[in-house]
Every structure is written in structure tokens, then in C-alpha cells.
């Protein structure tokens, strides 16, 4: 009697071994290949910020050069104004790839995060009696860590708001890119408008120093033609 109830316990027992051993090959696998997934991204997340680290120092670079070529030219300040606004355009594109680059990693650690939390919470297999007959796994009901659902609720409105924050960045600095294009073009409006006035103001003095010139020498001016004879 005795024996036969050591043989069913001993049985359970290895029925309960192969069951909880089945259930953590595929967790093990499950968890490495995630592992290397998330070494993979990392991997390509610091590729890209070396790539836009690298464009910003070539911007700067081209952008000394472009200015350095602009002091040699006659429009000094046109030259500067496009050089400027093209790397301000340029500089635009970089920081909207860095925080769509940085919102990505943001919610992947936060989903990472969240997952850990989970597998916490999640059950194990119980060891069967000693008097059962048959092996059985119990799965244990989850247990409430209401100190881990606060943490992954503050975390989850951490992001939210900082989507907000990119999102009103992004319109501030598309809207800063707008204003500074209509300034740049209303000075440039005002900038021909004042160089038209100068020409035209040497213009009549070259006139009137030809008008002095002649008096000067006793010769008299030709007369302008009246409006009747200018319109034939």
C-alpha cells in the first residue's frame, strides 16, 4: 500500500516537472529572441543618432564656408539671409527625425516595461499534492500589485504628455520657420525698394551735377521736350 502510494506521488511529481519544464522552454526562447530583437534595435537607434550627429557637424562645417564665400560677394547680406535659411531648414529636418527617433525608443522601453510587469504578475504551476492520483498544474490567479498598476498608469500619462510636448514643439518651430520666412522676404521687399530709391537719387544727382558742370562753363542745358512733343 505503501509503495503503490509512493510510486503515484513520485509520478505526479515528474508529470509536474515535465509540464512546468514544457512551460519554460518556450518562455526561455520566447525572452532570448526578444533579447536580441531589442539588442538589434538599440543597435540601429545609435546608428542613427551617430548619422544625424554627423550631418549636424557637416552643416555647421558648410555653413562657415557658405558665409565665409558670402563676405566675398556683392549682396553680402542676401547671400547670408539663404545660407541661413537653408540651414535652419536643414537643422528642421534633423531635430524632427531625433524626436521621432527618441518618441520610438520612449514607447519601446515603455512597452518593455510594461511587459516585465505582466510577467510578474503572471502565475507558475503548482506542485501537486501528495495524495493526488494524477499530475495537475494549477495556475495561480495573478496577483494585484496596485504599486506596479500606479507606475505603469503615471508612466503611461508620462507619455502621453510628452507626445503632447513634441506635438506643440513641432507646430512652434514650423510656425518660427513661417514667420522667419515672411521676415526674411519683407526685408528682402524693403531691401530692393531702398535700392531702387538710392539709384534713382543718383540718377538726379548725376543730372544735376551735369546741369552745374554746364552752367559752370557758360553752356546752357538742353531744355527738356514739352509733354506734347514727348507724346508724339
Given at each position: 500500500m505503501i509503495s503503490r502510494r509512493f510510486v503515484s506521488v513520485a509520478i505526479s511529481l515528474l508529470?509536474?516537472?515535465?509540464?512546468?519544464?514544457?512551460m519554460a522552454q518556450p518562455v526561455a526562447a520566447g525572452?532570448?529572441?526578444?533579447?536580441?530583437?531589442?539588442a538589434a534595435k538599440a543597435t540601429e537607434r545609435k546608428a542613427e543618432h551617430d548619422r544625424i550627429r554627423s550631418e549636424?557637424?557637416?552643416?555647421?562645417?558648410?555653413?562657415?564656408?557658405?558665409e565665409s564665400a558670402?563676405?566675398?560677394?556683392?549682396?553680402?547680406?542676401?547671400?547670408?539671409?539663404?545660407?541661413?535659411?537653408?540651414?535652419?531648414?536643414?537643422?528642421?529636418?534633423?531635430?524632427?527625425?531625433?524626436?521621432?527617433?527618441?518618441?520610438a525608443e520612449r514607447k519601446e522601453k515603455a512597452a518593455e516595461r510594461l511587459k516585465s510587469i505582466e510577467e510578474k504578475q503572471r502565475?507558475?504551476?503548482?506542485?501537486?499534492?501528495?495524495?493526488?492520483?494524477?499530475?495537475s498544474a494549477v495556475v495561480r490567479k495573478p496577483s494585484q500589485?496596485?504599486?506596479?498598476?500606479?507606475?505603469?498608469?503615471?508612466?503611461?500619462?508620462?507619455?502621453?504628455?510628452?507626445?503632447?510636448?513634441?506635438?506643440?514643439?513641432?507646430?512652434?518651430?514650423?510656425?518660427?520657420?513661417?514667420?522667419?520666412?515672411n521676415a526674411e522676404r519683407a526685408a528682402e521687399a524693403r531691401a530692393r525698394h531702398a535700392q531702387t530709391l538710392q539709384a534713382a537719387q543718383e540718377r538726379r544727382d548725376r543730372v544735376e551735377k551735369s546741369r552745374a558742370e554746364a552752367a559752370a562753363q557758360g553752356r546752357v542745358p538742353a531744355a527738356?521736350?514739352?509733354?506734347g512733343s514727348a507724346a508724339r
Open positions: 508529470a509536474w516537472g515535465l509540464s512546468a519544464s514544457a525572452a532570448e529572441a526578444n533579447g536580441q530583437q531589442a549636424r557637424e557637416a552643416i555647421k562645417a558648410r555653413r562657415q564656408q557658405d558670402c563676405y566675398q560677394r556683392f549682396s553680402v547680406e542676401d547671400c547670408l539671409r539663404s545660407v541661413r535659411s537653408g540651414v535652419r531648414e536643414a537643422e528642421a529636418r534633423l531635430r524632427a527625425q531625433e524626436i521621432e527617433l527618441n518618441d502565475g507558475v504551476p503548482d506542485s501537486p499534492s501528495a495524495g493526488s492520483g494524477a499530475a500589485d496596485p504599486q506596479g498598476l500606479k507606475s505603469q498608469r503615471d508612466h503611461e500619462a508620462e507619455l502621453r504628455a510628452q507626445q503632447q510636448r513634441i506635438k506643440v514643439q513641432k507646430q512652434a518651430q514650423e510656425q518660427a520657420a513661417r514667420t522667419s520666412g527738356p521736350l514739352p509733354a
